[in-house]
């Protein structure tokens, strides 16, 4: 091999070199500045503050939509999975990023009965980080669980 | 040896730096997600409106759209809706203030789109189309009609018309002229001597000739804009045709729109509204009655006879998902206004319920200044801008305007 290809093959390894640093800096930077991924809960089940109910929702729309009124099933049990169908229930919610509520008044319309409630007049008025606050008050006591969606 | 080593690294990283700003590569995946919920390829069907049961069916929106233009629905036979939602002018005037018999409070809204609006006016206070058309005939400062002369003029012009939607109009002969329970002092004693058999098929009769002008109204979709098509040709990965391009400076505006400038809590969706009302800190007019907004609407559409829940409505109370979990928090919207639809706002000033702002530039100050309110607090955290991101945000704001030469 001639020394003249040589340095045009070792020209071209010092460029994808430089490229490949080039990625990690850009990647490095990227990771720097992007927020950390959020730590919370983003199932749609959870379990209320002081532990009396198991809380899960299912909702008529799918997936959970921005700018639409929608219906929530909301599912409550004790931790052991015995159904709650004695409750009553305000939803209430909002983006703490943003400090504002709901743009509606959800409420319970329907008991169901085996611990689901229908609550109607859902809507979320734009995507990002949304807490949802389901008050519950049954015979285990007073209680509440949260919700947190990303839309 | 080493100068070399170093070119090539700066060659190599060069061109990766280039590559990552220009190109529909500028925009990352959480920014395409934003740009294709704000174009019309995101727009869902249009809504079937329940309390009304010809909406949807294009022989009403033909009667409606003759009855938008017809000067006979007004007092003094010479206004109608078109007087101040001009089609040649998306439906609006341009003035600050709309002027019928006689100056109004607020700003002419632009009509495109409104069938997606779950609340109308800029403080929601109606729950329907139909029922927001029924206000302005018999305001005194617009078109200044009443009741009884509304069915007499149905009578008189569109009775075929009006029977083959809604059945035969009922038995006027006997009615006075002019009777209504807004009207001048005479036509309101008129209307309160009437039957309340008459009152009802006379009331019947004008909520359906607010439904024959909402279910044209329904018809007036937001057209595409430059960009829409951008937007198009972005997400499905290939080059906008020419003359469909965003510029450095307009996409800087669109980055900045849906990023740090926060425009995106409120002008979201391809209607570019989240369809709620929010105190923006923007200023009363000098010299006018007080207005508080939201804050007053709350409770006038819960009180309309015609509303969903009303009896001339054809919704099932169920389907009045708008009107029952209405927010009723009174303080919260204190001087909040409906947020407005930008698209082809740019070419319409003036701006603002009022049309406090005269231009653009302005809106975008206030944004970034954001005044206290003068009642009720505002939702505006002011954004810093630099000259060139103020410039950038008005580029954008143009491109959604259907005006433009290369947009028909």
């Not at chain 1, 943003?98 to 859902?122: A, I, S």
Request: proline share 7%; with cysteine; net charge negative.
């Amino acid at each position: 091999m001639s020394s003249q290809a040589e340095t045009g093959k070792n020209r071209f390894i010092l460029a994808l070199f430089g490229l490949v640093i080039a990625a990690v800096a850009v990647y490095a930077g990227y990771r720097l500045l992007a927020p950390p991924p959020p730590q919370i809960d983003v199932t749609y089940n959870t379990v209320s503050a002081d532990g009396l109910y198991q809380v899960t929702f299912e909702t008529d729309l799918q997936p959970v939509p921005v700018g639409e009124t929608h219906a929530w099933i909301l599912t409550v049990t004790t931790p052991d999975g015995a159904p709650v169908s004695d409750a009553e229930i305000a939803v209430d919610g909002g983006m703490p990023a943003h400090g504002h509520g709901l743009p509606t008044e959800p409420k319970v319309t329907e008991n169901l009965g085996e611990g689901r409630y229908r609550v109607e007049g859902m809507r979320f008025n734009m995507g990002g980080h949304w807490e949802i606050r389901v008050g519950i008050s049954a015979t285990p006591g007073l209680d509440e669980a949260k919700f947190n969606i990303d839309l | 040896m080493q100068a070399r080593r170093a070119a090539a690294f700066l060659l190599a990283s060069g061109s990766l730096l280039l590559l990552a700003a220009c190109g529909a590569d500028d925009f990352d995946e959480n920014e395409k997600k934003a740009i294709r919920s704000l174009s019309l390829a995101a727009l869902p069907e249009r809504p079937i409106d329940p309390s009304n049961r010809v909406s949807g069916d294009p022989r009403a929106a033909a009667f409606g759209a003759l009855l938008f233009t017809d000067t006979g629905l007004s007092g003094n036979a010479s206004m109608s809706c078109a007087t101040c939602h001009k089609p040649e002018r998306q439906f609006q005037d341009d003035l600050p203030r709309g002027v019928g018999a006689a100056e109004t409070d607020r700003r002419t809204m632009p009509l495109a789109g409104v069938a997606w609006s779950p609340w109308q006016f800029w403080d929601g206070r109606r729950d329907s189309l139909w029922a927001q058309a029924l206000a302005p005939l018999e305001d005194a400062r617009e078109h200044a009609g009443n009741r009884t002369a509304f069915a007499h003029h149905l009578a008189a012009r569109h009775a075929r018309r009006y029977a083959e939607l809604f059945g035969p109009l009922p038995a006027l002969d006997h009615l006075p002229a002019d009777a209504g329970p807004k009207g001048t002092p005479a036509e309101r004693a008129a209307w309160a001597a009437m039957s309340p058999d008459d009152r009802e098929a006379v009331n019947r009769v004008f909520s359906n000739l607010g439904k024959a002008l909402a279910a044209f109204e329904e018809t007036l979709r937001p057209p595409q804009t430059r960009f829409d098509r951008f937007a198009a040709a972005m997400l499905e990965g290939r080059e906008p045709e020419a003359g469909n391009d965003l510029s450095d400076l307009e996409r800087e505006g669109l980055k900045l729109f849906i990023g740090k400038a926060n425009c995106l809590e409120c002008h979201n969706g391809p209607r570019f509204t989240d369809d709620h009302f929010h105190n923006t800190g923007v200023p009363p007019v000098a010299g006018r009655a007080d207005d508080a907004g939201r804050a007053d609407g709350i409770a006038e559409v819960l009180a309309d006879p015609f509303n969903c829940l009303g009896t001339y409505s054809d919704a099932e109370p169920d389907a009045c998902t708008a009107l029952r979990f209405m927010r009723r928090d009174r303080a919260a919207m204190q001087r909040a206004y409906k947020t407005p639809s930008l698209r082809g706002a740019a070419s319409r000033p003036p701006y603002m319920h009022a049309g406090q702002f005269a231009s653009l530039d302005e809106v975008i100050d206030h944004y970034s200044r954001a005044p206290a309110a003068v009642s009720g607090r505002t939702e505006l955290r002011g954004v810093v801008l630099t000259e060139r991101g103020r410039k950038a945000l008005v580029a954008f704001l143009k491109t959604l305007d259907p005006q433009r030469a290369s947009d028909p």
